[in-house]
């Protein structure tokens, strides 16, 4: 029972910094103008997610969606996993394998992929350089992986 409610206070207190994170920035439909040369990265909280760094853009308020930036090392990425709500990506630099759907693809620069809601996915820098995506979520963020 006690491990129950560790893990909901837990839950609570994430949600709790998501949705102040979220509130700090500016909304998805405020002119802005944002770049990756400036973009503030830090490393991805995602479970497995070493040399993911992430860079929040916009949000729309609570329980809204998100645009951001996503920059890889060479073989990292996100182990294969859904999101309750569609996710709209594109590769701005590097080369990446996508895994969307039970099918593999080779991405560069300017390719545009969409995973629709609970569409199992997994992006991965394939190198030789660094990786950077642009992504638009149409709902809050969440991370279902893929046993």
């Known amino acids: 029972m006690r491990g129950t409610a560790r893990a909901v206070i837990a839950l609570a207190l994430l949600a709790g910094a998501v949705v102040l994170a979220q509130a700090a920035l500016p909304t998805m439909d405020a002119a802005l103008t944002a ?80 995973a629709p809601p609970k569409t199992p996915h997994q992006l991965t820098c394939v190198g030789p350089g660094e990786c950077l995506t642009f992504s638009r979520r149409a709902g809050p963020v969440d991370y279902n992986f893929v046993k």
Do not use: C, N
């Open 35 to 114: 770049s990756p040369a400036t973009a503030k990265f830090a490393p991805a909280k995602t479970r497995h997610s070493e040399g993911v760094m992430q860079a929040p853009v916009a949000a729309d308020p609570p329980p809204g969606g998100s645009v951001g930036y996503g920059k890889y090392v060479p073989g990292a990425g996100i182990p294969e996993h859904w999101h309750s709500h569609a996710e709209f990506s594109t590769v701005i630099a590097g080369k990446m394998r996508l895994k969307l759907a039970g099918r593999t693809y080779d991405l560069e620069p300017g390719a545009y992929w969409v």
